[in-house]
């Protein structure tokens, strides 16, 4: 099981707990589709709101993730198909603006490169439990060293300017970090608190309260607005609802397809006059 894996219901379970894993992908799929409508319209009057109603998502899809990562029967497979997506939009972006350039939208949008590196952190993390509570000072410090290594080489690409720029941005865009993956380090944390604290539904809720109160208080914007996720959360039952195969991969087909959609329709609608 992928981004949106889960198991069966556990004990204690409320009546009211009615969302299935299904249920938030539909959730945060459609909040999304309106976050990119406003993304790549909004210089055609796209309305403010439809970016507010995209705020809760990538929350959304982390806490999916946590619980997929849990159930996978295999986290490097789970890995390696989150990197796939990961670098396959990086080159397909690259390529479509180069073809396509649309000076009000930055098409950076990659998802896959915040999960990715979540799935990362949780493996390390789980190492690390393990090491520590094994005793092994010397495995807990080679965790350690592999937690701050992304870190270590997003920090140089960023701070290194005698490198050439290309080399600079093909680092950040092409070697996934917590630095420069979308969401930034931020939402990479909050994805390994909903992997420690997966049996604690409270503990989650009041995590996604404390990062959008920050965000509140500490930026400028909407991201605040992330709260809202918590109400899904806690609706979510364990169970993970239909879709079979085709639901399992269903997130990684659709996500980069709309985003092209919507930027080619952008496109043609900014160069009417351009074409015949």
Known sequence: MHILGSGAVGPGKADWQILTG???KIIGIVLMVFDHIYQMFYMFGAPDWFTWLGRPVATIFLFLCAEGYHYTRSKAGYMLSLFVGFQSMNVISTLLTLRMRLDDVALINNIFG??????????LADMLKQAVSDKKLGASLLVLSYMLLPFVVGILALTMTDLPVWLRVAV???????????????????????????????IQVMIVLAVSALSLFLADG???????????????????????????????VFYPAHIYLLYVIAWLWSNQSALP
Request: net charge positive; proline share 5%.
């Open 22 to 24: 299904f249920h938030l």
């Open 114 to 123: 915040t999960l990715l590196v979540s799935v990362f952190y949780m493996i």
């Open 172 to 202: 950040l865009r092409y070697i996934p970090n917590p630095i420069a993956v979308e969401g930034g380090f931020t939402l990479v944390l909050l994805g390994v608190l909903f992997h420690l604290f997966r049996k604690a539904r409270m």
């Open 222 to 252: 909407v991201q605040w607005i992330m709260a809202l996720a918590v109400i899904p959360i806690l609706l979510y039952n364990g169970k993970r609802g239909p879709g079979g195969m085709c639901g399992k991969y269903f997130f990684y």
